[in-house]
């Protein structure tokens, strides 16, 4: 049987105003009314343990939602029951927005660890980004880099090696961390190197013998989930790519 979403009571104690993520997940310059409107919106704090959905493909668009810590992945599920991965999610950055084309979820959002979102219902967002323009205009440019993101992915699949997807996947792993304010060459992979190959279009195999070869290369260093750049530059410069649109 699937694991459910578990419901926390909301967390009063955090709000945005002191939240870590804040630049990354807020429109800057917003002054002090106004972010006292959109705390009101998002005052629905949800955890889930890993495993859990946090939506599913078919399920009507209800919220959007903002990952205040944790990991997640999205994923589609193909006719025989094949899962093809369509992208992971860190704090800091906005789940739901595959839904608003037609109100529906096309794909299902998944906890990789134990993790909590702060939920955004969608209509009361919509109402409140037409009375804040630089809500709308923050919006707008979170579902252009979803739309940049995905000729990436396009990009990465339809002509480079896999030596140059993997180091591709690292570097934005990289840029995504540091924009966080964490390491930007140490770091912990949450999914599983299956899951990475997935995403990427590799087998299991392949995504472990590359690995292994940037390692004795010494651009990188693994241990398990753990993975330290020891060379970014020479990294970007071997395989001559950017990898900032993943």
Request: charged share 25%; hydrophobic share 40%; aromatic share 6%.
């Amino acid at each position: 049987m699937s694991k459910q979403l578990i419901f926390a009571p909301a967390q009063r104690g955090a709000s945005c105003s002191n939240c870590r993520l804040r630049p990354g997940c807020l429109p800057a310059g917003m002054t002090g009314g106004e972010l006292a409107q959109l705390e009101d919106l998002a005052r629905g704090k949800r955890t889930f343990r890993r495993g859990d959905h946090l939506f599913r493909s078919g399920s009507p668009l209800q919220s959007l939602y903002a990952v205040r810590s944790g990991f997640f992945k999205t994923l589609v599920l193909h006719g025989d029951g094949r899962e093809q991965v369509t992208g992971f999610q860190m704090a800091g950055e906005i789940i739901g927005m595959d839904g608003i084309s037609n109100d529906t979820h096309t794909c299902d959002a998944v906890a990789l660890e134990d993790s909590e979102v702060c939920e955004l219902p969608f209509g009361k967002l919509e109402e409140l980004g037409r009375t804040l323009p630089a809500l709308q205009r923050h919006l707008h440019r979170a579902m252009s880099r979803e739309i940049v993101r995905d000729h990436g992915i396009m990009l990465l699949l339809g002509s480079m090696r896999a030596e140059e997807r993997l180091a591709a996947f690292l570097l934005n792993m990289s840029q995504r961390f540091a924009a966080r304010g964490y390491s930007p060459s140490a770091f912990n992979l949450r999914m599983t190197r299956q899951e990475i190959g997935n995403y990427l279009g590799m087998k299991l195999e392949t995504v472990s013998r590359t690995l292994s070869q940037f390692q004795e290369a010494g651009l990188i260093s693994v241990r398990n989930k753990a993975v330290e750049i020891l060379d970014a530059k020479n990294l970007r410069a071997f395989f001559g790519y950017s990898a900032s649109a993943l």
